[in-house]
């Protein structure tokens, strides 16, 4: 378990880890059969490594730690299939990861920080405030810990939980390589979506990478005085800047981004915001996702079905395409970090 005197050897690199093992005088093949046993097999115990000499499992477990996370509560809507789990971090911390089932197979929505310091006006994260960047081996346990409690496989993952993701980038990106490792967990950045309140400098440096991934933008509203209402980022990275980053992403990936869109009543949704969104979005390859407002209970914001599709309507009637995500877990509380506040208030 976890110990400051040790490693956290899951969120080492296949170099990190190779070097290391090097310098306590194992061969380098060792590496090799280690990072097996950790991220292909997930073993959660260094004596579960059954092809190393017991020796060198006691060596391991003298220099490293294997991190885990513990489940505090797990929640099955009665809905859909969507099962949402509040894990407790080795600090005491809590963080949600939520599993939802689609058509081709399981998606993992993933926590990054424990808050978040961007305090947009709709997101429970925000209210309950930021506390520290995830670790690399946290993001990637919330795939490895659930994969072990439901019994499944995961195929695609979001990092669209707790956090944003950019402001903790070089974890983010130490977990994009070890997950995608193909001497370990083997996830085709393909069937990841990074998903950003839109940090213009992280963004471009994102796309120098060429990972592969889909980049979600969470724009909500067309216009640079609203938006910086319900999104303080909007006041350090405006509109024109952030669709140009948008741009240059596009250019250097060849990817199309998704516009994360959640549409609120009497604020963002009017033909006048429509025509606004089409304007700015015109010309670029790119697709609009439509989202239901959540409701969170410290804030008035709520969604009309109607307007949502009505929204979408004129969307693809100005030639942008826009489809409306499907509300799942909707009975579970499954909004960003309406848990973890949860827990949180329970607590004080
Ligand atoms: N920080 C990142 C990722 C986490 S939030 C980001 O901002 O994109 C994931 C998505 O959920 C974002 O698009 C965010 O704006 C949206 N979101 C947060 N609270 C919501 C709510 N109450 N209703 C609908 N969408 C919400």
């Not at 946290?138 to 195929?155: D, G, H, P």
């Not at 209402?229 to 800047?241: A, D, L, T």
């Not at 992403?249 to 969104?277: C, D, M, P």
Request: aromatic letters at 8%; hydrophobic letters at 35%.
């Amino acid at each position: 378990m976890f110990d400051l005197n040790k490693i956290d050897i899951l969120s080492l690199t296949y170099e990190e880890l190779e070097s290391i093992l090097i310098e306590i005088g194992e061969p380098k093949f060792r590496a090799k059969q280690v990072f097996s046993w950790l991220h292909e097999k997930q073993v959660t115990s260094f004596s579960d490594m059954t092809t190393l000499s017991l020796k060198l499992r006691e060596c391991l477990n003298e220099k490293f730690y294997i991190n885990r996370l513990q489940v505090e509560r797990r929640l099955a809507s009665s809905i859909d299939d969507t099962v949402k789990y509040l894990y407790k971090l080795s600090d005491g911390n809590y963080i949600e990861t939520v599993c939802m089932s689609y058509n081709h197979g399981r998606s993992l929505c993933i926590s990054t920080q424990v808050g978040c310091k961007m305090g947009c006006q709709f997101c429970a994260s925000a209210i309950a405030g930021f506390i520290r960047n995830l670790t690399p081996s946290e993001m990637l346990l919330q795939v490895y810990e659930t994969q072990r409690n439901e019994n499944c496989k995961i195929s695609s993952i979001v990092l669209m939980g707790i956090g944003e993701p950019l402001d903790n980038f070089d974890n983010v990106m130490r977990f994009l390589k070890l997950l995608s490792d193909s001497r370990g967990m083997q996830m085709s950045l393909r069937h990841v979506s990074l998903s950003t309140c839109g940090i213009v400098p992280k963004i471009k440096e994102l796309a120098e990478y060429k990972l592969g991934l889909t980049l979600s933008v969470s724009l909500h509203c067309p216009y640079d005085e609203e938006r910086s209402k319900i999104m303080p980022v909007n006041k350090k990275y405006p509109i024109s800047e952030l669709l140009d980053a948008c741009r240059f992403y596009e250019e250097h990936t060849g990817r199309r981004v998704t516009f994360e869109y959640a549409v609120i009543e009497n604020l963002n949704s009017t033909s006048k915001a429509a025509q606004a969104l089409a304007k700015l979005l015109k010309g670029m390859n790119c697709h609009v996702n439509l989202i239901p407002v959540n409701p969170v209970k410290e804030r008035n914001y709520r969604t009309i079905k109607k307007t949502v599709i009505q929204f979408q309507k004129e969307l693809e009637q100005l030639g942008i395409n826009a489809t409306i995500r499907r509300t799942l877990g909707s009975d579970i509380e499954a909004a960003c970090g309406q848990l973890r506040r949860d827990a949180l208030s329970k607590k004080a």
